[in-house]
């Protein structure tokens, strides 16, 4: 990034930061300590990195409150430097303008109620019934089906598909190859046959939500599939039928949330999780990446169960043991018992 | 939901039901027992919500013979009250009407075969040779490449892509992201450099298939991928080149099929499920979440291998211990010997 | 496949093969031995098959130097069949022709640079600053974004979207609903809420890569996720902001990598593994199918954690006694100091 001029004293301001240095000096663009020169504005987020501080060429860098002193340049002094850099990068973004209007190329419906403020891209398709309002932007390729609606300023970025009757709230940020409102898997046996159970609900996206490329959340069965004001999912994740997640979680990519799974506020979901189906997980829940959630979890916690990689020939000989391992009980007990004459359980 | 009226009369005449209330009493809509009221219909298909069926306010409630008495209103006896579910669903469901034709804005080509009873959507794509039978539907943004069928009453919702030569049988319903015919993933290596083996099969998709949104399915090859009548498969699936897949077998979210699988009729396999390459299943088989199936199965049965997630300080325990298991299998061994003078096994 | 006719002579001058057999006599598709009949080639890659050569009805056989002896039929010898089977698929396989041009129905902006050599198929979108070069083919419903760079002979095939400023070099392949360049997953967490970091990187993909249906690959937050020349990916990968591959590195299906993961050249990737972020990878790792990395991997080897499925109840009990393992480790170490004395480690 490259972008308008900012001194430090102006942006210190925006930031409710402590500036220790000249407020005219400029940035203008955001780099790692390792990399960042004249006119870069950096961060000391871990401390980990204090050494690439004490040797930085950036203009500037936002620091805590301790870390001051160690810097060879001008600092922004924040609690929390992370955040602090999420500001200033967001402050200090060019945002590409966009203008107003349906793209000749698209297709919107006659019947479709679509604000003069927003943006309809290129070859997007906007529904009868459809609604898209102020501020909104369609990219290219998207799809509104009849009866979805997206709210203020959100944003489906491009090739994203919304089905019929979805609602998204305002402020979403929707990336390529989303697909929300899609049939969820629901099939009854009929002597080997699978019956389709027609999924006549829909999906309700909350505001300020965030959805990966190629994520995809289903519509309900007959409830709606819920998601939370400030829910952030990353890619390819996949949201079943009928779950509900409560506001201000976050789930990274390829994460599986099977059916009517209901989970709660500001839970961390961390990366290729698997949650079975009808599970009720907290508030605060924190799973921890590659984990297969089995039943519910009641209270705030940390929870684990990803199997670290080790050697293939120490993971053979593992394998092998844990195979063994009922034997190696009954062995044990059996010895117990002949040690001490007591009786062990097995 | 909410549609047209079915008097209790007819809709049990439908079902095959056995009524037991005032024929002539209308349902409209259906609704879980715990929120229906006046005009739904209900069911109960887990005896877990009998205190529901007990408190419903619905007009009338599909049971099992055992629960007609337990129900405060009009009942429907089946022998699978879900599967009358299921049905009465379908029969309910407003189905959006489709007008035949070619949206103008969708790019046919002069050489594609497209029924004058299918309907093509706005912005979608048939490339010269494809064949589209009577009934079928291509949604908006859907790319038909050459050579590739799609049969009777078959629907590509929005957004789905069918490469060269794909067919795809008649009544299939191909959610939003669905890629059928990308290439395999075929190299060889040629001193550290890989070579592209040129995917010279394609996909075969039986009859009454469902294929869940971002679900990839690659062409064979040599020979064809083959997606047997009546399969049923979940989003974010992917199915490797020449897999074959047999008749009325449900695949869940999020799986993951190597090469050359070979799964047989009627088999579940849950979210989230990896299947290694050149394996073959049986009819029958069930493989439940997360586990990872490594070699073939060569009869009915159930399957696991998923690790229940632990509060993380109890599974980093378990781990240290899995990691000591070889020692402890030779300590034990040790003890054995040194108590009893017998010989054992490690 | 079935295609032009290939003298054997030919073909074996073009692959470097010893020919046993009538130069004159021509195939024209290639098959697998078991199914392989009069104009068709095969090959013996894997000796277990080598009862198929003996029986074959294949015109030709590309065999390993000690096989030939057991073809009924004529034989091109190389040290690597296998590889030498990629080779003449690809100089057998009839590419598709294309015509350079930009299809009427695009959407190219007046301030893109498309080579008069490439190729915009129907429906594709061409943003603003992007550049498109020689034999380059941007299949139907592409979408180019601004800025976004394509090198000479790639081919998106169809419903891709390669986003602002992203740069793809030449020789690729991005297979149908491949997303490139999307937001990376970065948050800051301010009392509870989540706050958006700016993903102000790009994506910078070499030459000659491979990547598989519906893969995402994130931009790098402020500097460049990168990944090498000859890289090869499939289906469903998930690539998070900051990586970096190294050259000639192959990933399989259902992969998560998460930020800021360096993996080297030449590795291989099973299927549905996950390596957690900030790890690197030396060069020549192979990590088996279904395994976690979870920690740096400083030198080359083989690396497994995937758990292979049991018969249900025999997991079950295997999972029962896991969870007793820290219990059973403490009575081993109880008996041993009673059994001999000596204190023993836990």
Not at 311 to 320: A, L, N
Request: with cysteine; glycine share 12%.
């Amino acid at each position: 990034m490259s972008g308008r001029e900012w001194p430090l004293g102006r942006l210190a301001k925006r930031l409710g930061a402590e500036l220790h240095g000249d407020p005219e000096r400029v940035v203008r663009a955001i780099a790692p300590l390792g990399v960042a020169g004249e006119g870069d504005l950096s961060f000391l987020a871990n401390r980990r990195y204090l050494r690439d501080l004490r040797t930085t060429r950036a203009s500037a860098v936002i620091v805590g409150p301790g870390d001051a002193e160690a810097s060879p340049t001008a600092v922004l002094v924040l609690p929390n430097p992370y955040l602090g850099y999420a500001r200033a990068a967001s402050l200090m973004a060019d945002t590409p303008p966009f203008a107003a209007g349906i793209h000749p190329s698209a297709v919107v419906d006659a019947a479709a109620a679509v604000s003069p403020e927003a943006s309809i891209g290129p070859l997007a398709v906007v529904g009868a019934g459809a609604t898209v309002g102020a501020g909104a932007r369609i990219g290219p390729g998207s799809v509104l089906a009849p009866e979805a609606a997206v709210g203020e300023e959100t944003r489906l970025v491009a090739n994203v598909t919304v089905c019929r009757g979805v609602r998204i709230g305002a402020r979403c940020l929707l990336h390529p190859g989303v697909v929300i409102g899609a049939d969820g898997f629901g099939l009854a046996n009929d002597a080997g046959k699978w019956i389709k159970i027609p999924q006549l609900g829909r999906v309700e996206v909350g505001d300020d939500v965030e959805v990966g490329a190629n994520t995809t959340i289903d519509r309900g069965a007959l409830q709606d599939t819920v998601v939370g004001d400030g829910v952030k999912i990353d890619n390819q994740v996949q949201i079943a039928h009928n779950v509900s997640i409560g506001p201000d979680t976050a789930i990274a990519g390829c994460v599986a949330v099977a059916g009517s799974v209901r989970i709660g506020a500001r839970c961390i979901i961390e990366g290729a999780v698997m949650i079975s189906g009808h599970l009720e997980i907290a508030d605060d829940v924190h799973v921890t990446g590659g984990s297969a959630v089995a039943k519910s979890i009641a209270q705030s916690g940390i929870w684990s169960s990803g199997m670290p990689a080790q050697e293939s020939h120490v993971w053979r000989k593992m394998w092998i043991r844990m195979q063994k391992l009922d034997e190696y009980a009954r062995r044990l007990a059996r010895l117990e018992r002949q040690g001490s004459g007591r009786k062990t359980d097995e």
